[in-house]
């Protein structure tokens, strides 16, 4: 009783317990209080707690920096105050969900380690890029792929190999998705993100010299939340373009289909112009490609 206590300190960086390290109690000791102090740290409730405020904080300083980014180099294009809404509120509703599942994940996989490692393969990190890129351009689709790689990486304590695994897959799913043709390819365009992923955690986890098991879980989910996130693009979309009121190519496409009612009733009951308003389509087409105008736009107009 007469003895003080002994306190030890550990700092930012300072390793807890080494790998191949065997546990003791005291190792015990120091994770749980570690977890306190991140709990401390997080505090009690969902959002308002200080480290969410400096990383919303920080969100908006990045947006900010896009707003002028787009503006910018957008300045001569009359539709980029929709660009900016579409991408600041793709990025927002993308930032949304890595909360949720983060917090749901958390406390329903409370007692799960091995789980919990698996989170981060969870998030659907290129949902905004996708959904940006579709609706308004290549240019928007980076830059937004660009700024959620960012804020990911924040999250992992300034993590370099974070910012690479997000970074990669959304670039990939802007390529895969950009003037696409029908709903059907979003899905391949998600597929190939959570391809790219998981190849990314691959190489990662093999630097680090993890184990089969932990890759193979990686790869799964990786591919898996790909093929979510193509699904929920294609949920998005409808609503997207509702509210903007934009017509993506693939929208246009589907305007084109000569089994569409209006048209099938035309070829029978008005062959005659039926016939000219192909031959006025065509003619549109190849004018609006000839001085860099909409072909598309101008073949379903027609």
Not at 13 to 20: E, K, Q, R, V, Y
Not at 213 to 219: D, E, M
Not at 257 to 278: C, V, W
């Amino acid at each position: 009783d007469a003895m003080e206590p002994q306190i030890f300190s550990f700092e930012q960086g300072d390793t807890l317990i080494a790998p191949g390290q065997l546990i003791s109690p005291f190792e015990i000791e120091k994770i749980k209080a570690y977890e306190y102090a991140e709990d401390t740290l997080k505090g009690d409730t969902l959002f308002f707690n200080e480290l969410f405020i400096k990383r919303t904080f920080l969100t908006l300083i990045l947006l900010m920096i896009a707003c002028l980014i787009i503006n910018y180099s957008l300045r001569d294009n009359t539709k980029r105050h929709t660009i900016l809404a579409v991408s600041g509120l793709s990025i927002l509703l993308n930032l949304i969900l890595f909360r949720l599942i983060l917090e749901l994940g958390g406390v329903l996989l409370n007692n799960n380690e091995a789980l919990l490692a698996l989170l981060p393969n969870l998030l659907p990190i290129a949902l905004a890029p996708i959904l940006t890129a579709v609706l308004v351009g290549s240019m928007p689709g980076v830059l937004t792929a660009l700024i959620i790689s960012v804020l990911f990486s924040l999250g992992f304590d300034n993590s370099l190999e974070q910012f690479l695994i997000t970074f990669l897959p959304g670039i990939v799913g802007v390529y895969a998705s950009f003037k696409i043709g029908n709903r059907s390819k979003l899905l391949r365009a998600g597929l190939l993100t959570g391809l790219t992923s998981a190849i990314c955690y691959s190489i990662i986890s093999l630097l680090n010299d993890s184990s089969i098991a932990l890759i193979s879980q990686q790869i799964i989910c990786s591919i898996g939340v790909g093929f979510f996130t193509g699904i929920t693009v294609v949920g998005f979309l409808a609503t997207f373009e509702q509210i903007f009121k934009i017509t993506t190519s693939i929208t246009l496409l589907e305007l084109t289909d000569f089994n569409h009612p209006i048209l099938r009733k035309m070829q029978l009951e008005a062959p005659g112009t039926y016939h000219h308003s192909l031959m006025v389509a065509n003619l549109s087409e190849n004018a609006a490609a000839m001085i860099g105008s909409n072909p598309l736009l101008c073949r379903v107009c027609c």
